[in-house]
């Protein structure tokens, strides 16, 4: 990456923020003497062909705007599902230029010996296009049981907020938010979450959000279509009941 970025003099140069790329991203950043805005969440150009780079700042508080004017090229980092794709456009062409990198064995420091995939039986929250999404109101890990069947209900997959991964009741891998990850499922299901903002810059690009909450001041019904106020012990079994009916 250096090499080409050397040699070509880009203007941007764009990463995903998975975990690959947030490990590479600002190795070469650093090496290129150059700066990096991580997990944006939109990116425009400005005048001079300036990249603003858009991410929340002050633990999700402000939205921060951030440009790089002095040192080229301009790097940012962007979180799968942040941005909505395009559709495919089979007339858009680009040049594709294969270029010859060499590796020694002087400069390879780390040795791939094997490479174990993990198995996910289920998809990833980010591939869901129905999510059931738990928080602190759920209560405990054995309440999160209900959301799992409603998310058997409906071909859907369980996620949760912090709250609900900070208590142990689900793994880091399902949370949605600022620190874990972005989500745009067709239907979002938010029980027992408050809508926290850190929370909702995760999944407010949904296509359907459906919010259940007990306290109708709940920030959570301002990104809601749907919003039903009650207890999610109540409302779950009987729009189970209902689902399975249908
Ligand atoms: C730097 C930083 C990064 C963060 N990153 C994330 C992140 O990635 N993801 C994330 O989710 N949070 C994140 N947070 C935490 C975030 O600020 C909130 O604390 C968190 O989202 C709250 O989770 P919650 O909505 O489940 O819990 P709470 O805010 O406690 O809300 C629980 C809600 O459940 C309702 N409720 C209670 N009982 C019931 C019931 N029986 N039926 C129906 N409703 C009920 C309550 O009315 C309340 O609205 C981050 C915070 C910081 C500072």
Redesign the pocket.
């Known amino acids: 990456m250096v090499k080409i970025i050397n040699n070509n003099n880009p203007e941007i140069v764009l990463i995903g923020a998975t975990s690959i790329g947030r490990d590479l991203g600002p190795r070469v950043s650093a090496r290129v003497k150059t700066g990096l805005t991580a997990d944006c969440t939109s990116l425009e150009i400005g005048e001079d062909n300036e990249l603003l780079m858009t991410r929340p700042a002050f633990?999700?508080n402000i939205m921060a705007t951030i440009v790089c004017p002095n040192h080229r090229p301009q790097m940012s980092t962007v979180r799968p599902g942040v941005m909505e794709s395009k559709l495919k456009d089979e007339k858009r062409i680009g040049e594709i230029e294969i270029l010859k990198v060499e590796f020694t064995d002087e400069i390879n420091k780390i040795k791939v010996i094997e490479v174990v995939k993990k198995e996910r039986e289920e998809k990833g929250i980010d591939e869901a296009s129905i999510l059931v999404s738990g928080?602190?109101?759920v209560?405990s890990k054995e309440n999160f049981d209900i959301l799992m069947e409603l998310a058997d209900s409906l071909d859907g997959t369980v996620s949760a907020?912090?709250?609900?991964v900070d208590a142990g009741w689900i793994e880091h891998l399902k949370?949605?938010?600022?620190?874990?990850t972005t989500v745009r499922p067709n239907v979002y299901i938010a029980?027992?979450?408050?809508?926290?903002?850190?929370?909702v810059a995760?999944m407010e690009g949904s296509e359907y959000i459906v919010a259940?909450?007990?306290?109708s001041e709940?920030p959570?019904f301002d990104v809601a279509d749907l919003g039903i106020v009650?207890?999610?012990?109540k409302v779950l079994p009987e729009l189970i009941k209902q689902i399975k009916a249908i």
Request: net charge positive; with cysteine.
């Open positions: 633990g999700g928080g602190r109101g209560g907020s912090r709250a609900a949370q949605v938010g600022q620190t874990g029980c027992g979450i408050s809508g926290a903002i850190q929370h995760g259940i909450n007990k306290d709940a959570i009650g207890d999610v012990h």
